[in-house]
């Protein structure tokens, strides 16, 4: 007869089981991830070697966390020696990876890739460890995306072309190409803009042209705004800027 119980056969006869009424109060433990906090060293090391972004190295901790995440992040590297300036380029993105990866490694006695020119490497580092004049360092780079539009025009003109048309052509406005040419001073302890392209005279009709660099018969056309690069352009050809000393940098400079 079916009694609701379960029997089960042993050695010394038959064990009866149940009924089994109520219920089994259910125990879950739920597991959530280990907090930014905990994880600084991980995640920061993951930010300045890999070309993984703030949102990819934070994405376990959630939307609603990020802030919290990149002052974390700030934090750790204030703690490291970075001054606010060069934080706030490096947690935005702006720098390319392989000048992190060298921070990184710098900061924490690992070997520095050998296959970089080591004057760059020493660029890098005395920029980003002694990094204090960048007041607003990200005001830099509103600019990068009109300033590389004119760079662009010129590159596909052979490198020059007349003024006019790079108005006409809504390219940038007459402000904008002046301040390519000149470039801009600012008072002490801000950066200065250095110009970008060249114009051959003052008449209304002049040209405009790229500067060509000395290091090889390219252009340097490729614009920046990281404090590195001291021109404001680097030439993706032999990437180099256009003076005579400058060191060698890394291919990613002309990607970024």
Not at 195 to 209: F, T, Y
């Amino acid at each position: 007869m079916d009694d609701g119980t379960d029997r089960t056969h042993t050695h010394t006869g038959t064990l009866r089981l149940g009924p089994i009424t109520g219920q089994v109060p259910r125990h879950i433990r739920k597991i959530y991830p280990s907090s930014i906090t905990e994880r600084v060293v991980e995640v920061t090391e993951a930010l300045l070697t890999t070309n993984a972004t703030l949102e990819d190295v934070t994405r376990i901790e959630g939307g609603k966390r990020r802030k919290k995440s990149e002052g974390v992040i700030h934090n750790h590297l204030a703690d490291l020696g970075l001054t606010r300036g060069a934080r706030t380029l490096i947690v935005n993105g702006y720098v390319p990876t392989s000048a992190t990866r060298v921070v990184w490694n710098h900061l924490n006695g690992v070997r520095i890739d050998e296959d970089h020119d080591p004057e760059w490497v020493t660029l890098v580092i005395d920029t980003y460890l002694g990094c204090t004049t960048l007041s607003n360092p990200t005001s830099f780079h509103e600019h990068v995306a009109m300033r590389r539009g004119i760079t662009a025009h010129l590159l596909r003109a052979g490198g020059r072309a007349p003024k006019q048309r790079l108005i006409t052509s809504n390219v940038a406005t007459a402000v904008q190409i002046s301040a390519a040419i000149k470039g801009r001073v600012r008072p002490p302890g801000k950066r200065n803009t250095p110009p970008i392209v060249q114009q051959d005279d003052r008449r209304p009709d002049s040209h405009i042209s790229l500067i060509p660099c000395p290091h090889c018969d390219g252009w340097a056309s490729h614009v920046h705004a990281l404090p590195e690069v001291t021109t404001g352009v680097i030439c993706p050809a032999c990437l180099k800027m256009p003076t005579p000393d400058s060191p060698t940098f890394p291919s990613d400079y002309a990607m970024t």
